[in-house]
């Protein structure tokens, strides 16, 4: 059998003439001669070259390359893009010092000494892409080793050698398109998440290492727009929660790490489904491929896990849902303390953005329906609860003791019961401690 035939399968038509199609579309001659096996070989790595221009990187590095190429693209397809003008700054910088003088009657957190920037969608994938890598590198682990393992499969190793060479030059190309495709899933997600993130870490995830408060003055100026807030308010509003969360996350250092631990726990449990890697392999035939399609058919992402998660990754995911939650519903909570007392109006801009995260597309969808990363409106509503109850009962610095141990932090079920939290937490009379008391008395 032809080596074409073998690898391409037959049609009804002459079935070298979508190879001669696909040939001009990339530039190459098309008048190759298809009996000599060592043309046919040399023609495939140079395809190979054309599709993946980068020869040389790992799949690791393919993916991210794409991550990055495909977020920037969808940025750069919505019109201009500009980080701020210095009237923007000063208007930054004013509602972050403001902010952070309010702040400090409703957290015993302290203020951390934070530089005010004001960024571009584009800006901000930049310098939260580490952030995210460092989260999703166990995925990207799993499906190279998936890819891998499939190829190899489904690129059993013929004894002639002719056939060999040519697999040896298939597998690497349809390993990198694979991750290619997977880098255009989540760079799609990104730049999504670039679009509506008003701040550097919106989505209540430590995605800024260094002590920052970034805005985006073009989303701000988007949700202005669609809702007719008024500016100052609005920048204001998310000033405070900006600067709350910071002091959060730099302040109780163990948050970020758990965040990142669980997200990178829940990755390693995950499995490649090798039926949909076989399926791709098998419709990747020759009249199927473009020059523009091979790197945007990035709907199978979603489909490439196994899609049934273990007990420990529901317990996995629980432990992560709950934190993200406990996070933001004490962003809210310090924030309307905050406002109550200084911000007069604040309620239509709180209402607006919760409506307005709650219709748009926001970083979770990054990675779902793999990891599922983010809280529902609902359960950072219940959390913001939970610590209203505390601080009527504790106090402020009761409240924000809490943080101090990651192993003090409520349950599920505690957030749903606070009362039940706090008379658990409620230290009991220990007899010993009674006597012990006693004998210092009677000395």
């Known amino acids: 059998m032809d080596p074409f035939e073998q690898f391409y399968g037959q049609s009804e038509d002459d079935p070298l003439d979508a190879l001669r199609k696909l040939l001009r579309d990339l530039g190459l001659p098309d008048d190759i001669d298809v009996n000599d096996a060592q043309a046919r070989t040399d023609l495939f790595r140079t395809m190979m070259q054309r599709f993946m221009p980068s020869e040389g990187m790992s799949d690791d590095e393919m993916v991210w390359s794409t991550v990055r190429q495909m977020a920037r693209h969808l940025v750069a397809s919505l019109g201009p ?251 809210d909570n310090v924030t309307s303390t905050v406002a109550h007392q200084w911000f007069p109006g604040w309620e239509p801009i709180a209402e607006s953005l919760r409506r307005h995260r709650a219709t748009s597309k926001s970083g979770r969808s990054i990675v779902t329906p793999l990891i599922g990363l983010g809280a529902s409106t609902k359960a950072v509503r219940d959390a913001a609860s939970f610590w209203e109850t505390i601080r009527v009962a504790k106090g402020i610095e009761g409240r924000d003791e809490i943080w101090k141990y990651p192993e003090s932090m409520p349950e599920p079920h505690d957030i749903s019961d606070p009362q039940r939290f706090l008379n658990k937490a409620l230290p009991e009379n220990d007899p010993f401690d009674d006597e012990l008391r006693k004998f210092l008395g009677e000395g």
């Open 81 to 331: 893009d500009p980080s701020g003008s210095s009237r923007a700054a000063r208007q930054v910088s004013d509602a972050v010092h403001l902010a952070e003088l309010w702040l400090s009657e409703a957290t015993v957190l302290p203020p951390v000494s934070m530089t005010s920037v004001v960024w571009s969608r584009a800006e901000w994938i930049e310098n939260t892409l580490a952030a995210w890598k460092s989260m999703l590198e166990p995925v990207i682990g799993i499906l190279t080793a998936g890819v891998n393992d499939a190829t190899r499969s489904h690129f059993d190793v013929d004894s002639e050698a002719e056939t060999a060479e040519m697999q040896a030059v298939l597998r690497p190309l349809v390993s990198k398109a694979i991750s290619a495709m997977f880098g255009a899933h989540v760079g799609e997600g990104l730049g999504q998440a670039a679009t509506s993130t008003m701040t550097g870490t919106d989505f209540g995830l430590p995605l800024i290492p260094e002590p920052i408060i970034a805005t985006l003055p073009t989303n701000l100026a988007a949700v202005q727009h669609q809702t007719d807030l008024e500016e100052e308010g609005l920048l204001l509003y998310c000033s405070l929660r900006e600067v709350a969360r910071q002091r959060l996350f730099h302040e109780v250092a163990w948050i970020a790490p758990q965040i990142i631990a669980l997200v990178q726990h829940y990755a390693r449990e995950m499995r490649v489904d090798p039926d949909v890697i076989t399926t791709v392999m098998e419709n990747a035939v020759i009249d199927h491929l473009s020059a523009d399609n091979l790197a945007s058919q990035s709907d199978f992402s979603a489909l490439l896990f196994a899609p049934d998660q273990s007990e420990e990754q529901i317990q996995i995911l629980a432990r992560l849902h709950t934190l993200l939650a406990l996070v933001e519903g004490w962003v």
